[in-house]
């Protein structure tokens, strides 16, 4: 049960990172060359933009894959841990990857920088980011093999 939670949770977040990859790829690369088309934009500011779309939605990928992972492995290894990375991970696509694309909507919507999100929320993502990797080392390091009564009293404690 308790690594079933992290591979729901890794796949949806895998869903939303595939749509905003696929909406960044299309509509915003459209949208915005349509902003430099008509002078609103220029096009470094448009690169840009594509450059942190593309970032935000690589990174929300590779984390929704390690919240994935979090699933699997702790149906093998028991560690609290897991349940630290797990978070971490979730917590760093919400910062970093989430805050990066409420920028760059922002700037395309009203040419608003919104420099408190950038200077706050994304580098504490990106942290979430490295600290989740760190825990689920960790937890492989310090967890034992969970046996089937281990499990049940983990999962019990988790959820």
């Known amino acids: 049960m308790y690594g079933s939670k992290w ?23 459209t949208s915005l060359q349509n902003k430099v088309d008509a002078g ?13 779309w ?25 560690s609290k841990l897991l349940t630290y990375a797990g978070s971490f ?13 409420i ?3 922002v700037l ?3 040419g608003t920088k ?8 994304v580098p504490l993502g990106g942290v979430c980011y490295i600290v989740g990797w760190l825990c689920l080392a960790a937890s492989l390091w310090t967890g034992k093999t969970c046996t089937s009564g281990d499990t049940e009293a983990t999962n019990a404690t988790s959820s």
């Open 7 to 29: 591979i729901r949770i890794g796949a949806i977040c895998g869903a939303i990172g595939v749509s905003f990859g696929a909406l960044g790829a299309h509509a915003i690369n």
């Open 40 to 52: 609103d934009m220029t096009n470094e500011v448009m690169d840009k933009v594509l450059e942190n």
């Open 114 to 121: 919104i420099i408190i999100l950038v200077a706050a929320a």
């Open 103 to 105: 920028y760059n909507i």
């Open 89 to 101: 991970f979730t917590a760093g696509i919400v910062g970093f990857s989430c805050g990066l694309l």
């Open 108 to 110: 395309m919507t009203t």
């Open 54 to 78: 593309s970032t935000a939605t690589e990174y929300m990928m590779y984390h929704a894959i390690a919240i994935v992972l979090v699933g699997l492995v702790s149906v093998q290894v028991c």
